[in-house]
């Protein structure tokens, strides 16, 4: 099973649409978790973190399910803006000096 | 504020060639510093990463090496490319205490080897 899994996509959803990533992990033990959003020939921006209890930023919002091991993301009202690829991203410990795990990503495309 | 900075954008090398990218952090003191690459319509794998000066960490072997000859300053480099070594090298840096886990980038340096 690999560390991190996440649906390539590509999602083609229309401007206004919410749409919903999911993505798995593998390591029960990991403790910290995050979105990043990548445009097209770009670096890897934070998106958010995603706490225990669920966060919203706008019309962003994340959630955890340590039991299932997975995490979510919900995007409300989709705009042609939000197109990009979402990568699923993990740590597996709280100390500072463990690397990151990235998953491959979810392409998101809002078409209008 | 902190800043990160990678260059050369672009690079298109021949086979067998030697290769140097640099990354260097503004900004901030003691950085964890990591070096990506992300082969096309692959995801990001981990190549390296730095805790301090002189200190490297190898995820995979591959005929890539790293430095750390300063404290915010992070060098890849090769003695002789490979066509598997085109991809999108990215530089990263992450901060101290709970900020330790979450890793900024730099533009990236696209390398074609050719």
């Known amino acids: 099973r690999k560390e991190v899994e996440q649906d390539p996509g590509p999602f083609n959803v229309p401007e206004g649409a919410t749409v919903a990533f999911n993505c798995t992990y593998s390591?029960?033990?990991?403790?910290?978790f995050f979105w990043y959003r990548q445009d097209c020939r770009k670096e890897p921006k934070l998106l958010m973190s995603?706490?225990?209890s669920g966060n919203e930023d706008g019309r962003f919002t994340a959630q955890l399910n340590r039991a299932s091991q997975y995490i979510s993301l919900l995007i409300r009202d989709s705009k042609l803006s939000d197109s990009a690829t979402y990568l699923c991203v993990v740590k597996g410990l709280n100390s500072g000096n463990t690397p990151l795990v990235f998953g491959k990503g979810t392409r998101l495309s809002v078409i209008a | 504020s902190q800043t990160i900075h990678q260059w050369p954008a672009t690079l298109v090398q021949p086979v067998g060639s030697p290769l140097s990218l640099e990354c260097t952090v503004e900004g901030t003191s003691n950085p964890n510093l990591y070096w990506y690459r992300q082969a096309a319509g692959r995801g990001l794998q981990l190549l390296f990463y730095s805790v301090g000066i002189g200190q490297i960490s190898s995820e995979v072997p591959q005929n890539l090496s790293a430095s750390r000859p300063q404290d915010r300053q992070f060098i890849l480099s090769s003695k002789k490319l490979l066509l598997s070594d085109s991809g999108f090298y990215l530089c990263a840096w992450s901060g101290y205490g709970q900020g330790r886990n979450i890793q900024y980038f730099g533009a990236g340096t696209r390398l074609s080897v050719l």
């Open positions: 390591n029960s033990a990991s403790q910290s």
């Open positions: 995603v706490y225990s």
